[in-house]
């Protein structure tokens, strides 16, 4: 009768975080969340897992505990399966719902992989160890089972509430393109007819240093995340036309889905083009970047975008109109020897219109802002493919060539298919 030794939990234990964290599994088939956690597991000693109703079939199972953490998840996994290496176990990870199982029968070396979600049961007994076998085990994921890696990423951001890379508002995409149009509308959506169309400014035009905080909340599928972003930005204004603006950009964010952390960087540059006295086009290209041990995933996107904001003066308040078109698409990025690649591409059109009202606190005059802005994903399936806003903002005067420096905080409501829900509230200060 053979014994699991050290070096073969060891080994056990950098599988299935290889397939937790390189797969980020989710499925057509996926069952429910089995706690208010990301992950669970299952085991069972001398039971029968059954792919068909996803359950394991006589035997004696535990029960189902959750972990935040991928790490955790399988720490436990690696304990369960040492301690019973003498008899027939079976244990189902679920990673966000989705089933993925390791058996072996006890006194073998066999080891089985089974991926339900994409028909995959496969034998690794080529070896006279389970060491042996868990090692081909790692191999396949790494090499052979590539396409495997990729389709799943690519499945996942389909059903999954809470996938870091794309589907859902804390998502590396959908912040992006969020940012994208907040910079290059919302930021400077009035007051642009101020500046003159041609000829030198009056005065030495400053360059500005943007820095802000940004909270969002949200529950999906019955989930809850959260986001903090720290928006960093540098604007160069020429005295010629300030209006005629070039924007470095690099907001850092952190994000938490049932206690499991993500941290993502965006890096991009936009230059602002004034067509006339109301109307403005900005380009844009950004690369992005996000990765989270404690969901095990990671992944890059490159983005390129096109702003029209238009700017009407009533009676009373200015009327601006934006409308963003991008197309955001994933990279290939190598982690601890992966290279994977989930060919995310979406064509993403984010419109809205914004209402700015003069006030005065204290002396001081303001703008009230209320606004309302559509997002609409096309391309690559995605958990949630449409989102509603609705925002209110309160700011100092944030002319494209008249502003010294200025300061706004706001807040906005989001209601998003798939009965997702949250808010999201942010300051910023330019100087």
Known sequence: MNTIRVSASRSLRLTLVAVGSLCALQSAMAGPFLTDKPFDLT???????????????????????????????????????TANAAQNAVIRFGYRGTPVVLSSNGGSADITLLIPGLNVN???????????????????????????????????????????IAGNPNSMQSRMVSEDFDRNFTQFASNIQSAPATGASSETTNNLIGLGLGYGSYTQAGLSSSVVTLPLSYTTRPDLDPRRQLTLYAPITVTDAGGAKSYGINFGLSYRIPINDEWALTPAAGYGVTGSVDLGSGAAMLAASLTSQYTLQMDGYDLSIGNMAGVYQSSKINVGGYSFDPQINNTVLRNGVMASFPTSIQGKKMAFEVSYVNTLFSGTALYSNQYNEIGVTLGTNKGANTARSYLRGGLSYMVGENDIRGFKANVGYWF
């Not at 068909?52 to 720490?75: H, K, P, R």
Request: glycine fraction near 10%; aromatic fraction near 6%.
């Open 43 to 81: 085991s069972n000693v001398n039971g029968v897992y059954s792919s068909t109703t996803d359950t394991i079939q006589g035997g004696t199972t535990s029960a189902t505990l959750g972990f935040s953490t991928v790490t955790d998840l399988f720490n436990q996994g690696q304990n369960t399966m």
């Open 122 to 164: 496969r034998l690794f007994n080529a070896q006279t160890t389970r060491d042996g076998n868990i090692n081909d085990v790692r191999e396949f994921l790494k090499s052979s089972g590539g396409d495997i890696l990729n389709q799943l990423q690519k499945l996942l951001v389909k059903t999954s509430p809470v996938d870091p």
